[in-house]
């Protein structure tokens, strides 16, 4: 039943108005896009470029307008991640922890798993004093 309602997600939409022309086009790239599992060891290879520091204190990251899909709803998420840490002798510039955030976010999780796998990655990366997200 929940295929064919997928299918069926435009019957009462007039395809024929300017306004919805290509929208299913649009909507199939967009459901693509969200739901592309890009594999953990990919993401760390692509952004995990460190550069040495002596910075000993905290440093607080704030990534705005990250959205992730939903898997019970399929609806997005919108999401503000805090990632707070102490450096080990390595950081990471500023951009990469939006990009892994965007990147991870690309496949349907529960935000725990999500919060997890972004941990994870950047403990990786960083192997920080402390860290959390």
Request: proline content about 8%.
């Given at each position: 039943m929940a295929e064919k309602g997928a299918i069926d997600v435009f019957k009462n939409v007039d395809l024929s108005?300017?306004?919805?022309?290509r929208t299913p086009l649009r909507m199939q790239r967009w459901l693509e896009e969200y739901t592309t599992l890009i594999p953990l060891e990919e993401i760390k290879e692509k952004y995990c470029v460190t550069f040495p520091s002596n910075h000993q204190g905290e440093v607080k990251i704030v990534v705005n307008d990250t959205y992730?899909?939903?898997?019970?709803?399929?609806?997005?998420?919108?999401?503000?991640?805090?990632?707070?840490?102490?450096?080990?002798?390595?950081?990471?510039?500023?951009?990469?922890?939006?990009?892994?955030?965007?990147?991870?976010?690309?496949?349907?999780?529960?935000?725990?798993?999500?919060?997890?796998?972004?941990?994870?990655?950047?403990?990786?990366?960083?192997?920080?004093?402390?860290?959390?997200?």
């Open positions: 108005d300017p306004h919805f022309n992730m899909l939903c898997p019970h709803h399929f609806l997005p998420v919108d999401m503000k991640i805090e990632i707070v840490y102490v450096p080990n002798g390595r950081i990471l510039g500023m951009s990469k922890f939006s990009r892994i955030a965007r990147d991870l976010a690309r496949y349907p999780r529960v935000q725990e798993e999500y919060t997890n796998l972004l941990y994870e990655i950047l403990h990786s990366c960083l192997q920080p004093k402390t860290a959390k997200c």
